[in-house]
């Protein structure tokens, strides 16, 4: 595991991630003339926040010095299976975060 | 910003009366992102640096972890780009309404531009309660209140969870973050697939250099997603002519 990105890095990413969400926001607002959309681009765009996240949370949620912890004694795994569950019934971010963190807590106290 | 004209500030007024009761939720959020922030790793200033300039809570909450584990710039970025390319979608459904107006006033009001705000925004176009006149300064009026609320709680967030330690293991509201935005979108069958296949291929891909893996599993999700949307939008044309 690397060190945290700090100083000048962190302030090129932080102006980096704010370039890119006023690129992707102005982008048809501002561009010239007639522009449209493919359909079909316009499907993969959609799909793209849910692919990308997912592709984040996975193996930050299961990879454990280079293996993948599918146990039920890791705690970060059960915190996200009882936030799941919690959103199949509701969306209420309050109960996602607090059940989540409830029993993510709990498996960490019984190690 | 509050326009001077009669007409145009009560246009703005009634923009920011009608994304009163999303408040709220964007409150909610914004707490949730600030906590997320400090606990993740940024120090104050950056984290408020972070929540002012960047102004997009999904593309912050996926930022976070690869910060932490020290990942390279360019992959950072590039994921909070593809994080906000939804956006891309908004600003060419909110064009037709907006160009006639100049080219640094549709800037501003694309990077005002939120989920929340857009999708108010074509509820009214939709439901037809959007004004006739003064259409830009009502969307103006609905981005301050929902950019003021965001911003007074996200920076509540990151202040309070200075004060809380770090073995509560507080970080981890991140990844629920995520989740509680992952979830509601997989209700739809196509966007169910893509997370499938990009959670799937990001575990095997994992050891590839130069932390490719992430983009590789985004691609294969959204290829997946992609293919999985065309075919149940054939198969839903399919029994439309079977039925006729």
Same mark, same amino acid.
């Given at each position: 595991?690397? &060190?945290?990105?700090?100083?000048?890095?962190?302030?090129?990413?932080?102006?980096?991630?704010?370039?890119?969400?006023?690129?992707?926001?102005?982008?048809?607002?501002?561009?010239? &003339?007639?522009?449209?959309?493919?359909?079909?681009?316009?499907?993969?765009?959609?799909?793209?926040?849910?692919?990308?996240?997912?592709?984040?949370?996975?193996?930050?949620?299961?990879?454990? &010095?280079?293996? &993948?912890?599918?146990?039920?004694?890791?705690?970060?795994?059960?915190?996200?299976?009882?936030?799941?569950?919690?959103?199949?019934?509701?969306?209420?971010?309050?109960?996602?975060?607090?059940?989540?963190?409830?029993?993510?807590?709990?498996?960490?106290?019984?190690? | +910003?509050?326009?001077?004209?009669?007409?145009?500030?009560?246009?703005?007024?009634?923009?920011?009366?009608?994304?009163?009761?999303? !408040? #709220?939720?964007?409150?909610? @959020?914004?707490?949730?992102?600030? =906590? /997320?922030?400090?606990?993740?790793?940024?120090?104050?200033?950056?984290?408020?640096?972070?929540?002012?300039?960047?102004?997009?809570?999904?593309?912050?909450?996926? /930022? !976070? #972890?690869?910060?932490?584990?020290?990942? #390279?710039?360019? =992959?950072? =970025?590039?994921?909070?780009?593809?994080?906000?390319?939804?956006?891309?979608?908004?600003?060419?459904?909110?064009? #037709?309404?907006?160009?006639?107006?100049?080219?640094?006033?549709?800037?501003?009001?694309?990077?005002? +531009?939120? %989920?929340?705000?857009?999708?108010?925004? +074509?509820?009214?176009?939709?439901?037809?309660?959007?004004?006739?006149?003064?259409? %830009?300064?009502?969307? *103006?009026?609905?981005?301050? $209140? $929902?950019?003021?609320? @965001?911003?007074?709680?996200?920076?509540?967030?990151?202040?309070?969870?200075?004060?809380?330690?770090?073995?509560?293991?507080?970080?981890?509201?991140?990844?629920? *973050?995520?989740?509680?935005?992952?979830?509601?979108?997989?209700?739809?069958?196509?966007?169910?697939?893509?997370?499938?296949?990009?959670?799937?291929?990001?575990?095997?891909?994992?050891?590839?250099?130069?932390?490719?893996?992430?983009?590789? /599993?985004?691609?294969?999700?959204?290829?997946?997603?992609?293919?999985? %949307?065309?075919?149940?939008?054939?198969?839903?044309? *399919?029994?439309?002519?079977?039925?006729?």
């Amino acid at each position: 595991m690397n &060190a945290p990105i700090d100083g000048i890095a962190l302030g090129i990413v932080i102006v980096g991630l704010a370039l890119s969400t006023f690129v992707t926001r102005t982008s048809f607002l501002v561009a010239g &003339a007639r522009g449209r959309l493919h359909p079909r681009i316009e499907t993969a765009l959609r799909y793209a926040p849910v692919c990308t996240l997912t592709a984040i949370i996975v193996p930050d949620v299961l990879m454990h &010095a280079q293996h &993948a912890d599918f146990s039920l004694l890791n705690p970060r795994l059960i915190g996200v299976l009882v936030s799941g569950l919690w959103l199949l019934f509701s969306r209420n971010i309050f109960g996602c975060l607090a059940l989540g963190m409830a029993a993510y807590s709990l498996v960490r106290l019984a190690q | +910003m509050i326009p001077s004209q009669p007409e145009r500030r009560a246009a703005f007024k009634a923009g920011q009366r009608a994304i009163l009761q999303s !408040l #709220p939720g964007a409150a909610t @959020w914004g707490v949730v992102s600030g =906590v /997320a922030m400090v606990k993740g790793g940024l120090t104050v200033p950056w984290a408020i640096f972070m929540s002012l300039t960047v102004y997009a809570g999904s593309a912050q909450l996926a /930022a !976070l #972890p690869l910060i932490a584990s020290g990942m #390279p710039v360019w =992959v950072i =970025v590039a994921t909070g780009l593809v994080t906000n390319l939804r956006f891309v979608i908004y600003s060419a459904a909110l064009r #037709p309404y907006f160009i006639g107006q100049p080219l640094r006033k549709r800037a501003a009001l694309g990077f005002f +531009m939120t %989920d929340f705000t857009f999708t108010l925004f +074509m509820r009214a176009a939709q439901e037809g309660w959007l004004p006739e006149r003064h259409r %830009d300064a009502w969307f *103006a009026g609905v981005c301050s $209140n $929902n950019w003021i609320t @965001w911003q007074v709680s996200a920076i509540t967030g990151i202040v309070a969870a200075s004060y809380v330690p770090t073995d509560w293991g507080l970080e981890f509201t991140g990844t629920l *973050a995520l989740v509680a935005l992952v979830g509601p979108a997989l209700n739809a069958r196509p966007a169910l697939v893509g997370a499938v296949a990009a959670g799937g291929v990001a575990l095997l891909a994992h050891g590839l250099p130069y932390r490719l893996g992430l983009f590789v /599993a985004a691609i294969a999700g959204i290829a997946a997603a992609t293919l999985a %949307d065309s075919w149940s939008a054939r198969r839903a044309t *399919a029994q439309g002519e079977a039925s006729s």
